[in-house]
C-alpha cells in the first residue's frame, strides 16, 4: 500500500503549476511551498504539472527545481518528479557507473517489480520472464533446493543452474524452494552464500536478491535501519527506499520497520533528518499535508 496523501480535491495542473513558479520567484526558494504542491500528488498528477508547466512558462520543471533547490532535498525531489519507470532506469543507470558498481540498487529494483514493471523498465538489462502466480509445485522445490545446496557447497555459486532457478522462478515457487533448502540442510540459503572469498561482490548481490525475493519488507527494513546507523545518515539510501515505495508498498515496509525496530519509521527518520529534506520524506511518509 502507498503512503502518499493525495487530498481528494485538488487543484489544476495549471494552478499547481503557478504555485510553484511563485514558490520560485523573490529573494528565495520557498521549499515548503514546493512541497505542499509536489509531495501530494501521484505521479499522474506530478507528469500533467511537469507538462503544463513546461507548455505555460516555457521551461524544464526539473531543471528549475534542481536550480532553486540543494543538498538531500534537491536529490529526492528530482528523482520523485521523474515518471516511476524513468526513476529507476535512472537509479540503475547510476549505479552501473559507481567505481564499484552498486549492485545492491540494481537488485533491488530487478527483483522488487513485477515482471510486467520489468519489461517497462529494464528490457536492456533483464532478460527472462519471471511468472508471478502463486502456484508451487513441491517435487520441483525439493529438486531445485537440492540443486542449490550442491552448487553453493562446492563454491559453485556462477553455475548456471543457481541463476537459472533464482532468475526464473515465481517468488512463490522460490521461497517454496529456500523453505525446503533451510528445513533439509538446518541454515538458510543466504547464510549459506556467505562462505568463501568474492573479490566481484557476486555472491553479496545474489544473497541481496535472494532476501528481495523471499521477503522484501523485511530487506527495506535492514537497508533503512542501516541507513540511519549511528555513525551517519545514508541519505542516499533513505532517500531510495522512500521516494521508489511511497506510491507502491511502503506502509508494509513501514509496518515491518515497526515490528522489527520498536519504533516508527516516522520517527526514526525525524530524529535521524532535518528541515526541508525531513519535511519532504514526512510527507512522503503520510504524515499530514
Given at each position: 500500500?502507498?503512503?502518499?496523501?493525495?487530498?481528494?480535491?485538488?487543484?489544476?495542473?495549471?494552478?499547481?503549476?503557478?504555485?510553484?513558479?511563485?514558490?520560485?520567484?523573490?529573494?528565495?526558494?520557498?521549499?515548503?511551498?514546493?512541497?505542499?504542491?509536489?509531495?501530494?500528488?501521484?505521479?499522474?498528477?506530478?507528469?500533467?504539472?511537469?507538462?503544463?508547466?513546461?507548455?505555460?512558462?516555457?521551461?524544464?520543471?526539473?531543471?528549475?527545481?534542481?536550480?532553486?533547490?540543494?543538498?538531500?532535498?534537491?536529490?529526492?525531489?528530482?528523482?520523485?518528479?521523474?515518471?516511476?519507470?524513468?526513476?529507476?532506469?535512472?537509479?540503475?543507470?547510476?549505479?552501473?557507473?559507481?567505481?564499484?558498481?552498486?549492485y545492491a540498487v540494481i537488485v533491488e529494483i530487478a527483483?522488487?517489480?513485477?515482471?510486467?514493471?520489468?519489461?517497462?523498465?529494464?528490457?536492456?538489462?533483464?532478460?527472462?520472464?519471471?511468472?508471478?502466480?502463486?502456484?508451487?509445485?513441491?517435487?520441483?522445490?525439493?529438486?531445485?533446493?537440492?540443486?542449490?545446496?550442491?552448487?553453493?557447497?562446492?563454491?559453485?555459486?556462477?553455475?548456471?543452474?543457481?541463476?537459472?532457478?533464482?532468475?526464473?522462478?515465481?517468488?512463490?515457487?522460490?521461497?517454496?524452494?529456500?523453505?525446503?533448502?533451510?528445513?533439509?540442510?538446518?541454515?538458510?540459503?543466504?547464510?549459506?552464500?556467505?562462505?568463501?572469498?568474492?573479490?566481484?561482490?557476486?555472491?553479496?548481490?545474489?544473497?541481496?536478491?535472494?532476501?528481495?525475493?523471499?521477503?522484501?519488507?523485511?530487506?527495506?527494513?535492514?537497508?533503512?535501519?542501516?541507513?540511519?546507523?549511528?555513525?551517519?545518515?545514508?541519505?542516499?539510501?533513505?532517500?531510495?527506499?522512500?521516494?521508489?515505495?511511497?506510491?507502491?508498498?511502503?506502509?508494509?515496509?513501514?509496518?515491518?520497520?515497526?515490528?522489527?525496530?520498536?519504533?516508527?519509521?516516522?520517527?526514526?527518520?525525524?530524529?535521524?533528518?532535518?528541515?526541508?529534506?525531513?519535511?519532504?520524506?514526512?510527507?512522503?511518509?503520510?504524515?499530514?499535508?
Amino acid at each position: 500500500m502507498a503512503t502518499i496523501v493525495v487530498p481528494p480535491v485538488t487543484p489544476s495542473p495549471a494552478e499547481d503549476a503557478d504555485a510553484l513558479l511563485k514558490a520560485f520567484q523573490g529573494w528565495g526558494t520557498d521549499e515548503q511551498a514546493v512541497i505542499g504542491v509536489l509531495a501530494h500528488r501521484d505521479a499522474t498528477q506530478r507528469k500533467q504539472i511537469r507538462l503544463t508547466y513546461e507548455e505555460n512558462y516555457n521551461e524544464n520543471l526539473i531543471q528549475r527545481l534542481q536550480s532553486e533547490l540543494s543538498g538531500d532535498l534537491e536529490r529526492a525531489m528530482y528523482h520523485w518528479v521523474l515518471d516511476p519507470v524513468e526513476r529507476q532506469a535512472v537509479m540503475v543507470n547510476a549505479a552501473t557507473k559507481c567505481i564499484h558498481e552498486d549492485y545492491a540498487v540494481i537488485v533491488e529494483i530487478a527483483c522488487t517489480n513485477s515482471s510486467s514493471e520489468l519489461l517497462a523498465l529494464l528490457l536492456a538489462l533483464v532478460s527472462t520472464y519471471r511468472y508471478d502466480g502463486d502456484e508451487v509445485n513441491d517435487a520441483l522445490a525439493k529438486s531445485e533446493a537440492k540443486i542449490l545446496h550442491e552448487t553453493v557447497t562446492n563454491g559453485d555459486i556462477d553455475h548456471g543452474e543457481l541463476i537459472r532457478i533464482v532468475g526464473t522462478r515465481s517468488r512463490a515457487q522460490l521461497n517454496a524452494t529456500f523453505s525446503w533448502f533451510r528445513d533439509e540442510r538446518g541454515t538458510s540459503i543466504t547464510k549459506a552464500l556467505q562462505h568463501g572469498a568474492d573479490p566481484t561482490g557476486y555472491s553479496h548481490a545474489l544473497r541481496t536478491a535472494v532476501r528481495c525475493i523471499s521477503d522484501a519488507n523485511k530487506y527495506f527494513v535492514k537497508v533503512l535501519r542501516n541507513a540511519m546507523h549511528k555513525s551517519g545518515t545514508d541519505e542516499d539510501s533513505l532517500t531510495r527506499v522512500i521516494v521508489l515505495h511511497a506510491e507502491k508498498d511502503l506502509k508494509g515496509i513501514k509496518d515491518a520497520f515497526q515490528k522489527r525496530a520498536s519504533v516508527a519509521l516516522e520517527k526514526a527518520i525525524g530524529n535521524d533528518t532535518s528541515g526541508d529534506y525531513k519535511s519532504f520524506l514526512m510527507a512522503l511518509l503520510g504524515s499530514g499535508i
